[in-house]
Nanobody, 127 residues
Framework: QVQLVESGGGLVQAGGSLRLSCVAS????????MGWFRQAPGKEREFVAG???????????DYADSVKGRFTVSRDNAKNTVYLQMNGLKPEDTAVYYC?????????????????WGQGTQVTVSS
């Protein structure tokens, strides 16, 4: 069982930055692929970014086209934490952001692939 707790959301003006954090419980965090998703009111949950640990060779990341070049996902396995650095925020980035863990260890864009979810953190970008 893995518990995920997000933090770092808030209200920011367009063009600003936020850094989301997601702390996971458990001793096998490095084996999980971690994903960030978001859901705006009236819209479906969508993939934002994902990161997996590649044994002996670092990490693999993936980004939605809408955030590529603005958002950066990273992880610190020693701290059981995954981060989402969000720069150049736009009003359309407003949503509840969730982190999720996939026990298969491979990043996936389909939210159905993920086994564990955090409670979400609200990000609001004003114009």
């Amino acid at each position: 069982q893995v518990q995920l707790v997000e933090s770092g959301g808030g209200l920011v003006q367009a063009g600003g930055s936020l850094r989301l954090s997601c702390v996971a419980s458990g001793r096998t965090f490095s084996r999980y692929a971690m994903g960030w998703f978001r859901q705006a009111p009236g819209k479906e949950r969508e993939f934002v970014a994902g990161i997996s640990t590649i044994k002996w060779s670092g990490t693999r990341t993936d980004y939605a086209d809408s955030v590529k070049g603005r958002f950066t996902v990273s992880r610190d396995n020693a701290k059981n934490t995954v981060y989402l650095q969000m720069n150049g925020l736009k009003p359309e980035d407003t949503a509840v952001y969730y982190c999720a863990a996939d026990s298969n260890g491979y990043t996936a864009r389909d939210w159905n692939e993920y086994d564990y979810w955090g409670q979400g953190t609200q990000v609001t970008v004003s114009s």
